[in-house]
């Protein structure tokens, strides 16, 4: 099923950065968020919007996904 990127959304700095990731403990002092907007294509049916939410956290993590960083926003 092909995904197309429609855009990307800053929601800006985060509040509460510890809770967002429950993986990352209270570590983070900062973090930032941007919604992913995508377009999900299905042989046979209307295309759905879907959108995921990206965490970003400054400093040393480097740059992979973490199953528990994403949740479903309906």
Same mark, same amino acid.
């Given at each position: ?5 429609? @855009?990307?959304?800053? =929601?800006?700095e !985060?509040?509460? +950065?510890?809770?967002? $990731? ?8 900062h973090?930032? @968020?941007?919604?992913? =907007?995508?377009? !999900?294509?299905c +042989?046979?049916?209307? $295309? ?10 400054p400093g ?10 994403l949740?479903?926003?309906g």
């Amino acid at each position: 099923m092909p995904i197309h990127l429609v @855009g990307v959304e800053d =929601k800006g700095e !985060q509040e509460h +950065p510890a809770a967002l $990731p429950p993986w990352y403990g209270d570590a983070s002092q900062h973090a930032w @968020g941007f919604d992913m =907007k995508l377009q !999900q294509l299905c +042989p046979g049916q209307q $295309p759905t919007l879907r959108t995921i939410r990206v965490i970003a956290i400054p400093g040393g993590m480097g740059g992979y996904w973490a199953e528990a960083a994403l949740e479903d926003r309906g």
